[in-house]
């Protein structure tokens, strides 16, 4: 492999994975990425001037997608990875169509997850409103397996209740289970966790569901999905890459940055603030 | 006054008076600029696509203030009301200096309000992370009486709760106690809602808080101040005018215009679609 670089950047498989999501929550995915794939570059963009996509319209959210998307680009991002459920729903095609790169989302590699652990094939998610009107889930769970039965449920108060830090109190508990009464009542066995902000509240919502319930989250699944497609593309990362991570947010960060930091004992280094560009696909 | 039209619009006091807000709360004060000033033309613009500003930088709430404003001078507003706590306590000094009309926020009008209500000089002030870092209630409090002792607490829960529906059930009352407590405990006799969705939890917070408590929001207060500024400035519509409402936001409604539309008995009509300009000042 050539690692030698030339006018237009360094040889395509140096070059960094770009990821984005609509704020933070999305380093779950790079944490599981830096685990999986530690030679690799990573440049991370969180849009948090515009942060929540979940309550917007698809045309809205693809049109900031491709946004941040485009900024990867000028980071030379060799793929891109939407780390972001919302954007996954509602905007991969769109994303599909217009880069240049290979993009990966979190929607199958979280179905797929879920697939693999049910045993009764009766399949709970919870997400933003803007993922579960999208009904992506739904399509990529029946696709892997038709007879799965499934019951999906907004819960627009999970991201800021995350956010406020009310992690483990009576309210939390209170909001979680008025969220997912409906879906015990269904019978499911397994819950994906279709936000990226949700693992933060994992532990609440294992012990308020019990031992009956897998919890499912994408980002490790995302990693693994990410590891497949460079090796079938030929893009790993030579070995003598020695992976970096780069963070950059549209806003400054907040208190939240410092709970996830910790929550996900990832080594974040300094975060860039960059402005998002006009929208140029 | 001469309503004639020239190359530059109409006679100036014929002109709209532009009202914006990051979301639709905002128009809770142009309901009132409707019964106080039925002659008057009003373009309102909502930020939906960029909704909350209330957890953002004082730099990104300035950018998306300044921007906003440029598409109500585009409406050939003859002056802007800031009809969003957020904005007005990060952003009306520097919209102040840069736009060529006249700029009402509605902390001021709300202070005003607060402090003709209370009794003991006991103040509390509730509003978003951004609204009660800037401290702007405090300023503009004490500078109307030095001696009033005030208290302030960000609610960041409030908003999400209020779109989500959830006003009258047992969780909104947990969470609306969880803020307000300390309040409470401070002995507080008035309390500015400063955020403008806040009064479609009123019924509730003045439930809990009992009569011991007098609750004050800025809409009429701020509309108040606009009908000083246009009589001040000669700004008065013609009463052959007939008022028009234009209402526009950034991304399509969802179901909290409704709810709003209904709370505040607005005829709001036809909702206008509008892309956010990229920033001219």
């Known amino acids: 492999m050539n690692s030698a670089t030339t006018k237009s950047g360094p040889a395509k498989a140096s070059r960094p994975i770009g990821v984005f999501d609509s704020g933070i929550g999305g380093l779950t995915v790079v944490s599981a990425l830096r685990t999986l794939l530690p030679n690799e570059s990573i440049s991370y963009i969180g849009d948090t001037a515009r942060i929540p996509y979940g309550s917007r319209s698809e ?15 000028e980071d030379q991002a060799k793929t891109v990875v939407v780390a972001c459920n919302t954007a996954s729903a509602v905007a991969l095609s769109q994303l599909e169509k217009s880069l240049p790169v290979t993009v990966t989302g979190v929607i199958l590699p979280g179905a797929r997850a879920a697939i693999a652990k049910t045993r009764t094939g009766n399949v709970g998610v919870i997400g933003t409103r803007a993922t579960i009107k999208s009904g992506a889930y739904e399509r990529a769970l029946r696709s ?11 819960c627009p108060l999970l991201v800021p209740l995350i956010e ?39 532990k609440a919502i294992a012990r308020l569901l019990g031992d009956g319930v897998a919890l499912v989250d994408s980002a490790e699944n995302c990693a693994n999905a990410v590891r497949e497609l460079l090796v079938r593309e030929n893009l790993c990362a030579p070995e003598t890459n020695g992976g970096t991570l780069q963070v950059a947010l549209t806003d400054p960060p907040d208190n939240f940055l410092r709970v996830a930091r910790e929550a996900l004992q990832l080594e974040v280094g300094e975060v860039q603030l960059r402005y998002v560009a006009a929208h140029a696909l």
Request: aromatic share 6%; proline share 5%; hydrophobic share 50%.
């Open 59 to 73: 045309a809205t959210v693809q049109r900031y997608s491709l946004e941040i998307a485009a900024m990867l680009l």
């Open 144 to 154: 892997l397996n038709p007879d799965v039965r499934v019951t999906a449920r907004a």
């Open 164 to 202: 406020e830090g009310w992690l483990e109190n009576a309210i939390a508990d209170e909001i979680i289970m008025q969220y997912l009464a409906p879906l015990v009542d269904e019978g499911i066995d397994t819950l994906v966790l279709g936000c990226t902000h949700y693992p933060l509240l994992r």
